[in-house]
């Protein structure tokens, strides 16, 4: 992409260029996920403490992040929300089932 279009874009659009990081997680019964390198990298901040990081952007935690989300169904007690959407400003966390 040249760099005028590069800088044309929004920050959204941003996100949602390709990156040699990303991962596409399969998981047998479980909807495909795509973890996208830019996206990963923009959360950080806010879910970084969740994944015991530091809530800092930089491209180790991006990659740590990264990592800790292809790792979450080998930890104990992980619940599956495949029909779930989430939505900016909505209450965090699921009532428990």
Same mark, same amino acid.
């Given at each position: 992409?040249?760099?005028?279009?590069?800088?044309?874009?929004?920050? /959204?659009?941003?996100?949602?260029?390709?990156?040699? #990081?990303? &991962? @596409?997680?399969?998981?047998?019964?479980?909807?495909?996920? !795509?973890?996208?390198?830019?996206?990963?990298?923009?959360?950080?901040?806010?879910?970084?403490?969740?994944? /015991?990081?530091?809530?800092?952007?930089?491209?180790? #935690?991006? &990659? @740590?992040?990264?990592?800790?989300?292809?790792?979450?169904? !080998?930890?104990?007690?992980?619940?599956?929300?495949?029909?779930?959407?989430?939505?900016?400003?909505?209450?965090?966390?699921?009532?428990?089932?």
């Amino acid at each position: 992409m040249p760099h005028q279009g590069f800088v044309a874009l929004t920050k /959204e659009e941003r996100r949602q260029l390709p990156h040699s #990081n990303d &991962i @596409k997680l399969n998981y047998e019964g479980h909807q495909a996920l !795509n973890v996208g390198y830019w996206q990963s990298e923009f959360k950080v901040k806010d879910h970084g403490e969740v994944h /015991e990081l530091e809530c800092t952007k930089s491209e180790e #935690n991006t &990659i @740590k992040f990264i990592q800790s989300i292809a790792d979450m169904p !080998n930890r104990p007690n992980v619940k599956w929300f495949d029909n779930g959407t989430y939505q900016g400003g909505t209450e965090r966390g699921y009532p428990d089932l």
